[in-house]
């Protein structure tokens, strides 16, 4: 059975056994999601900082898989890092809504980033990528919740 190929049993335990990452993923985000501190500054300074760790994981996490040996793959890594390190950077930078604005960017195009590596199956496992994915995805729905409305 292939990496991509689906159980023809259906039920709970198929579900589980292929879509834990998006699980946990989901469970991670929403607790982030139930925790009231996204609006803070502080907060803000956090995510934009754990922005550029996420983004910056993958060249050494890649490396390690031996799947930056492409260099078309290592420039797209390497630009991948610089854009989201840019919005992170802009976010530690910007102040107010704006910095929220540039940080849920950066999580949300991190969450279409990690949706690509999970379709490609390349740099990072699959089951990362997708765990990445949905919790990128709910946290920056937080950050865009928390910020304060006219």
């Not at 797209?76 to 390190?85: M, N």
């Not at 969450?111 to 990362?128: C, I, L, T």
């Amino acid at each position: 059975m292939s990496e991509r190929s689906y159980p023809k049993s259906r039920g709970w335990s198929a579900f589980l056994k292929h879509r834990w990452p998006a699980l946990i993923g989901l469970a991670a985000g929403t607790l982030g999601l139930i925790d009231d501190g996204i609006d803070g500054s502080e907060v803000t300074a956090q995510l934009a900082v754990v922005t550029l760790v996420m983004a910056a994981a993958y060249l050494p996490i890649g490396a390690f898989r031996r799947q930056l040996g492409d260099p078309k793959v290592l420039m797209v890594e390497t630009v991948g890092v610089l854009a989201f390190g840019a919005l992170a950077l802009g976010a530690l930078l910007a102040d107010g809504r704006f910095a929220q604005y540039l940080l849920a960017a950066a999580w949300l195009g991190h969450g279409a980033w990690d949706f690509a590596h999970h379709r490609a199956n390349k740099v990072v496992p699959r089951w990362y990528a997708e765990l990445c994915a949905v919790l990128d995805v709910m946290v920056a729905i937080g950050i865009l919740l928390a910020v304060p409305h006219l």
